[in-house]
């Protein structure tokens, strides 16, 4: 099976460069995998007409357009589409995302996963790989945090892990939280293991992936 990835950003494609052998073997062995980053999820473009030029790389705008493109792509066999929810109500952002996969027909090559609030909450899921990485990690700060809560997700991990926490970092200004975002994918997303992560979210990919590769067999 070949999977290709639409995430909203570079951060999350240097996590899921760790993660997802992990879950489905090497790339271009049984399974391979493309992965596409964008600069921002934006928002469902009304009548699925992309309102933004697509250098833009903006994906939700661009997203009618490429799961189309993708569909008629010979040996692409599925698309998964990678989002942090931030502040929406995950429920009401599945639906509208779900219809609007229906409108462009591919609700049989589309796997749609959310990451609630922000990706940062799958780092929490792996509190040994998070602590292996950043050994002095501030334990009162990750034991207050409630897994795949809206909290405010990103500062809770800087505060963890970085001197002078989120305060320090919106201080600098760009791109110290991009960077930041960067370091923890790289560190801490290597040393994770998916079978282990207590985030739902993460769990919610992880077991799609194994599910749409399992349908192939």
Not at 2 to 14: A, Q
Not at 54 to 72: C, E, I, N, T, Y
Not at 137 to 149: C, F, M, P, T
Request: glycine share 8%; charged share 30%.
């Amino acid at each position: 099976m070949h999977i290709e990835f639409c995430v909203e950003d570079s951060s999350t494609v240097k996590l899921l460069d760790y993660i997802i052998p992990k879950i489905l073997g090497e790339n271009g062995v049984r399974h391979s995998w493309r992965l596409h980053s964008y600069k921002g999820v934006g928002r469902i473009p009304r009548n699925l007409i992309p309102r933004t030029d697509a250098s833009k790389r903006v994906l939700l705008d661009q997203l009618p357009k490429l799961l189309r493109g993708f569909g008629k792509t010979q040996g692409v066999d599925m698309i998964v589409v990678v989002l942090d929810s931030d502040n929406r109500d995950c429920t009401h952002f599945l639906c509208e995302l779900k219809k609007m996969v229906e409108a462009c027909e591919m609700e049989s090559k589309t796997l749609l996963r959310l990451a609630v609030e922000e990706t940062e909450s799958w780092y929490f899921g792996d509190r040994k790989a998070l602590k292996e990485a950043y050994p002095r990690a501030k334990d009162k700060v990750l034991d207050q945090y409630v897994q795949d809560s809206v909290c405010g997700t990103w500062e809770r991990l800087a505060d963890a892990t970085h001197p002078g926490g989120s305060q320090a970092i919106e201080k600098s200004g760009w791109p110290a939280s991009g960077q930041l975002k960067h370091e923890w994918a790289e560190k801490i997303g290597k040393l994770m293991e998916p079978d282990r992560n207590l985030s739902p979210s993460f769990g919610k990919l992880r077991d799609g992936l194994r599910r749409i590769v399992m349908c192939e067999v």
